[in-house]
């Protein structure tokens, strides 16, 4: 499921790929992952115009496409962009496809269409009416310790609420307790100051590193979670077995032995 990391990567192909060209068409193939708009009407607003520049916050990516016009996108599971060459077959499960004057076309691929795409007239209402928090390479320290303090639960569970931090998700929460050594059902109002300081730290970390090696797994470093989570998976720290529990309605893989439930401030947590 495309994270923070991918979506920033797929914002980054977009703007080396796709701005400054004049739009000739949009192809809906599939309007199941069109929100609020119809086929019709997206080719009719998008047509003449050029996507100008993007923006990124949390898992939503908008490309500014005029005045008052953003085209919002949302990966779900399985989204992607793919920007195609001059006679290069559409791929099979390619959503949505926006062609440009240089005969090039911009693909939203989308195989389990849980990904959205939608015309909005501004950004930061949108954010605003869906309660979508910071994002969370925009948080700095003192926000970041704030945000753990003003809220009770799951230390895992606040990492992916993404009203409170956005854009993280299952894997990237997950890697950034392995770093910070924190085990993810850690009550949040157990952490101290240095624990946030730490887990500040390992988020940065993580999301930056991943950017920086385009979320390329086989790049990824064999230190991390990530490349070893799920069944038969052993600690790359220790060699434990990892572990996995439903924390936060989600699976979360980490290590026993290198991840302790009770920080520094409580040693009697449960
Ligand atoms: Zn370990």
């Not at 994270?3 to 060209?21: A, G, I």
């Not at 979670?225 to 309605?249: D, E, F, M, N, V």
């Amino acid at each position: 499921m495309p994270e923070l990391p991918e979506v920033e990567t797929f914002k980054r192909y977009l703007d080396s790929t796709s701005l400054h060209q004049r739009i000739t068409g949009v192809e809906v193939r599939d309007p199941y992952v069109l929100k609020r708009i119809s086929p019709r009407e997206l080719a009719r607003r998008l047509k003449g115009r050029r996507f100008e520049n993007s923006r990124r916050q949390g898992k939503h990516l908008f490309v500014r496409a005029g005045n008052e016009l953003w085209l919002r996108l949302h990966f779900g599971m399985t989204g992607w962009l793919q920007y195609l060459k001059r006679d290069e077959e559409t791929p099979k499960t390619a959503r949505v496809l926006f062609s440009f004057a240089n005969n090039r076309r911009l693909a939203f691929d989308d195989q389990r269409k849980f990904g959205e795409v939608e015309l909005i007239k501004d950004m930061d209402e949108f954010l605003q009416r869906r309660g979508i928090g910071p994002d969370a390479l925009d948080v700095g320290l003192s926000e970041f310790k704030t945000i753990f303090r003003m809220h009770r639960g799951a230390m895992k569970a606040i990492l992916l609420n993404q009203k409170l931090i956005a854009g993280i998700g299952n894997l990237y929460a997950d890697e950034i307790l392995f770093r910070a050594c924190m085990h993810p059902a850690t009550a949040a109002a157990n952490l101290s100051d240095k624990d946030l300081r730490t887990l500040f730290r390992a988020t940065r970390y993580v999301l930056e590193k991943a950017i920086a090696l385009k979320t390329d797994f086989n790049r990824l470093p064999k230190s991390w979670l990530l490349t070893h989570r799920g069944k038969r998976g052993r600690c790359p720290r220790c060699g434990q077995a990892l572990k996995s529990a439903t924390i936060g309605g989600r699976t979360s893989w980490f290590c026993a032995h290198c991840q302790k439930r009770a920080h520094s401030k409580v040693t009697s947590a449960t």
